[in-house]
């Protein structure tokens, strides 16, 4: 399976992987040429270049990895990579790429910046789909992704054993602290969404029990617990009886995700996912030949 298959495969558009990586080596190079690759390395010379992994945790992005190798090169370069969501040991070969070496060179910062830090986050997504243990709450990501790359985050999320938020701010209603003062309350707030967008899922954040007794009555589909000790969590399940859809947010830490998920609570929302997840350490190792 060439890349192109395996991300339409993995629901990320190929096109917009694409574009992506257009603009990242383009920015890499500047309008110049790679000049210490190109001071160096014979115009025919071939080899292998292997992107290791140098610490245990969670692949993501190995087809994206390969798709920067293939238009650096024009298609000169070919590749062979593990599946994403394997899990790998340190010295594991990721992505195996052969072809011109100037082009391996050209390729290889950019692959490896986009393979690390979605690697770090099915990584750091894992840690807490482990740490929430046999319960039957599950982690989710949020809009805190960096600009430009939500998509491939979000299905690094994905890789890791996480579940997806909204993609957008169209796809589904979230009536956050904001949007309750501009509308004059919480349930207020609520009905506006309803009646103007009836068909799209409202989710609700409330920061008391009183304001989650509102939000059940008015019909809410999801409420955002916010900053809800587990007491107060185990108490909101108590009082939603099921009725809707229950998701913690707010300070969590993976010291406090096996007691969350206790409370009986669908989902934690995580930010730290995707806005602060530390890179899985990857090198780039060359070898002369195919």
């Keep these: 399976m060439n890349p192109d298959d395996q991300l339409a495969a993995a629901g990320l558009d190929p096109v917009a992987v694409a574009d992506l990586i257009d603009r990242a080596l383009a920015e890499d190079l500047d309008g110049g040429v790679d000049v210490t690759s190109v001071a160096t390395t014979p115009v025919d010379s071939i080899g292998t270049l292997d992107l290791v992994a140098r610490a245990p945790g969670v692949i993501a992005g190995s087809a994206v990895a390969a798709a920067v190798f293939a238009r650096a090169s024009q298609g000169r370069v070919r590749s062979t990579w593990m599946a994403d969501g394997a899990v790998v040991a340190s010295g594991d070969v990721i992505v195996s790429a052969t072809g ?13 910046n986009l ?23 599950r982690v989710r990501d949020t809009r805190k992704t960096t ?10 999320v994905r890789c890791g054993g996480g579940v997806n938020h909204r993609m957008s701010l169209s796809d589904a ?85 096996h007691e969350v998920g206790r409370t009986g609570v669908d989902y934690v929302a995580v930010g730290a996912l995707t806005h602060s997840s530390p890179i899985l350490d990857v090198g780039a190792d ?4 195919t």
């Design 286 to 289: 060359l070898r002369e030949g």
């Design 147 to 156: 600009p430009g790359l939500r998509r491939l985050e979000k299905y690094a």
């Design 173 to 257: 209603a979230l009536v956050k602290d904001n949007h309750v003062a501009a509308a004059g309350g919480v349930a207020e707030a609520f009905d506006r969404v309803r009646r103007a967008y009836p068909d799209v899922p409202v989710e609700v954040e409330v920061d008391s029990l009183e304001q989650l007794d509102d939000v059940l009555v008015a019909g809410a589909d999801l409420v955002l617990l916010d900053n809800f000790t587990p007491d107060q969590m185990r108490e909101a399940v108590a009082r939603t009886r099921g009725r809707a859809v229950l998701e913690a947010s707010g300070g969590l830490t993976l010291d406090v995700a």
């Design 100 to 112: 011109p070496v100037r082009d391996l060179l050209l390729a290889e910062r950019t692959a490896l």
């Design 115 to 137: 393979l690390c830090h979605l690697s770090g986050v099915a990584t750091l997504t894992r840690r807490w789909v482990d740490a929430l243990g046999d319960s039957t709450t």
